[in-house]
């Protein structure tokens, strides 16, 4: 985390969403603030924001509805839920819609600004691998047929020669079907081939 983060506190309290703002400020986060949901989906911008700050009980709509809403248009935003009124079933259910961890008040502020450390972390890993698996379907889009049969056998591990008896084709085109695969897919060697396509194919089993 290099760049400076930001950072959306959603609080219709605004006592309670003032403290949450100077401390995530003194943690050296961009803070905005909103006072109700409405206000803040009226601003957001998937790309630019890292972590939402919520509190779970707010008029019209409450945190958990917040959460689905961010689920819904599929947007990485790690969010930390703040609250005071958790039971188990809330507590459950918004960690299984996203919710990376709910914060009890009072907190301190140590364990806010850890808690939005870790949902700025997850945001950026998130994003990371969505733009690693954006980019393995973009060089797999741009392979031949051909040469996606010669990468098949490639990530099960087959040597140039097998793969040219399994094909009919003399090991010099297999040798430069493998060099356009590689580079195509942006990747080094074999192995780092092998695991974008396992990304890709659990990706494609969620």
Request: hydrophobic letters at 45%.
């Amino acid at each position: 985390m290099n760049e400076q983060a930001t950072v959306c506190v959603v609080d219709d309290d605004a006592p309670v969403r003032h403290l949450a703002c100077q401390i995530l400020k003194a943690d050296g986060h961009n803070v905005l603030s909103f006072a109700s949901a409405a206000e803040f989906f009226a601003a957001f911008d998937d790309n630019l924001v890292d972590c939402v700050v919520t509190d779970l009980r707010m008029p019209q709509v409450d945190g958990t509805q917040l959460l689905a809403r961010l689920r819904e248009i599929g947007s990485a935003v790690s969010v930390v839920v703040l609250t005071g009124h958790a039971d188990v079933r809330t507590a459950v259910r918004m960690m299984e819609d996203g919710a990376l961890t709910l914060v009890e008040k009072p907190y301190a502020p140590p364990e806010l600004a850890s808690a939005v450390r870790r949902a700025i972390e997850r945001t950026q890993a998130q994003r990371s691998g969505r733009q690693a698996i954006s980019g393995a379907q973009q060089g797999i889009a741009r392979l031949t047929d051909d040469e996606r049969k010669v990468m098949d056998y490639m990530v099960a591990g087959l040597p140039n020669k097998a793969i040219a008896m399994r094909l009919d084709l003399s090991l010099r085109t297999v040798d430069r079907r493998r060099s356009a695969v590689l580079t195509k897919m942006g990747v080094g060697s074999v192995g780092e081939l092998a695991a974008m396509v396992a990304r890709l194919q659990g990706e494609g089993s969620d």
